[in-house]
């Protein structure tokens, strides 16, 4: 079946850098874009930007721009959420998932979501 | 940046009642407006896409309509299970927006 799985949860000092993986089955890996989301505690969720797994072209929300990069191995199907300098503020829930149709643009379906304590 | 606005926040509701939650976005969105459920310390999980489109899977006393800049999620005979928080979501232009959420609490 169709999946995404996430890399586990991290803990992180202030100002260190943090790596979250986000792995695809069961579909054709570079015929649908991915998105990633932020959770902080108890809020809502926030839509980070998105990835073309075909071209590897990201797009970043105004407010990640500059510390978080998006990226791809196609050859194992993955993709990667780089964010730097971490700050306490990024302590939250990272969600990856599939644009499940570039006309509705919903998002179907989603990794279980990776915590990063920055702390 | 197209904002999203859901009503209420949070709602309290007995098991088979009927629920429903708003969204109003500030421009016309066609009807590029999903629907979210979220159980606790769950992902994320799609009801409702292009406004009315049940997902596959999601049961029938959950229902979507609206255009333009409003919306109505609607739950009849609400469940046990039902109880989590939704989330629209406009997919008319990046950046893919969503409302802040609706709790909706056991009364």
């Known amino acids: 079946q169709v999946q995404l799985v996430q890399s586990g949860s991290e803990l992180k000092k202030p100002g260190a850098s943090v790596n979250i993986s986000c792995k695809a089955s069961g579909y054709t890996f570079t015929r649908y874009s991915l998105i990633w989301v932020r959770q902080a505690p108890g809020q809502g969720l926030e839509w980070m930007g998105w990835i073309n797994t075909n071209t590897g072209n990201p797009t970043y929300a105004q407010a990640f721009r500059g510390r978080c990069v998006f990226s791809l191995d196609t050859s194992v199907n993955t993709a990667f959420l780089q964010i730097s300098s971490l700050k306490s503020e990024d302590t939250a829930i990272y969600y990856c998932?599939?644009?499940?149709?570039?006309?509705?643009?919903?998002?179907?379906?989603w990794g279980q979501g990776t915590l990063v304590i920055v702390s | 940046d197209i904002q999203m606005t859901q009503s209420p926040s949070s709602l309290s509701a007995s098991v088979g009642d009927r629920v429903t939650i708003t969204c109003r976005a500030s421009?016309?969105?066609?009807?590029?407006l999903n629907w979210y459920q979220q159980n606790p310390q769950k992902a994320p999980k799609v009801l409702i896409y292009s406004a009315s489109r049940l997902e596959s899977g999601v049961p029938s006393r959950f229902s979507g309509s609206g255009s333009g800049t409003d919306f109505i999620l609607t739950i009849t005979s609400l469940q046990p299970e039902d109880f989590a928080t939704y989330y629209c979501?406009?997919?008319?232009?990046?950046?893919?927006?969503f409302g802040q959420g609706t709790r909706v609490e056991i009364k």
């Open positions: 998932a599939r644009v499940g149709s570039s006309y509705y643009n919903f998002f179907d379906p």
């Open positions: 979501q406009q997919g008319y232009s990046p950046p893919w927006t």
């Open positions: 421009q016309s969105i066609s009807r590029s």
